[in-house]
Nanobody, 127 residues
């Protein structure tokens, strides 16, 4: 099993920044953490869940949604078992519940490819 706990959400004005964190733990994580695909998703009310950014723990290769390229940066600190999402130049359209997830499929932004999910942290961007 892999347990994921997000933090760092909050309210910010447009143009501001936030850094989200996702702490990973559990038996499966401890034994296979070197070979996980980690991802951030977001879901706004009434909208589908959208993949934002993903990273492969082995080599830190990354993939981003076009909507956040150049503004968001995904990173990891394996020593702390933590995934991060640095968000800059935030816009009201970035307001959503943000979830981290883990899987062992590929560097994809599709929710179907991820098995383990956190409970989410809310981000609100005001204009």
């Amino acid at each position: 099993q892999v347990q994921l706990v997000e933090s760092g959400g909050g309210s910010v004005q447009a143009g501001g920044s936030l850094r989200l964190s996702c702490a990973a733990s559990g038996y499966t994580w401890r034994h296979y953490y070197k070979a996980f695909y980690m991802v951030w998703f977001r879901q706004a009310p009434g909208k589908e869940r959208e993949g934002v950014a993903t990273i492969y723990t082995v080599d830190s290769s990354r993939n981003y949604a076009d909507s956040v390229k150049g503004r968001f940066f995904i990173s990891q600190d394996i020593t702390k078992n933590t995934l991060y999402l640095q968000m800059s130049s935030l816009q009201p359209g970035d307001s959503a519940m943000y979830y981290c997830a883990a899987g062992r499929s590929s560097l994809t932004l599709s929710p179907d490819d991820y098995v383990y999910w956190g409970q989410g942290t809310e981000v609100t961007v005001s204009s």
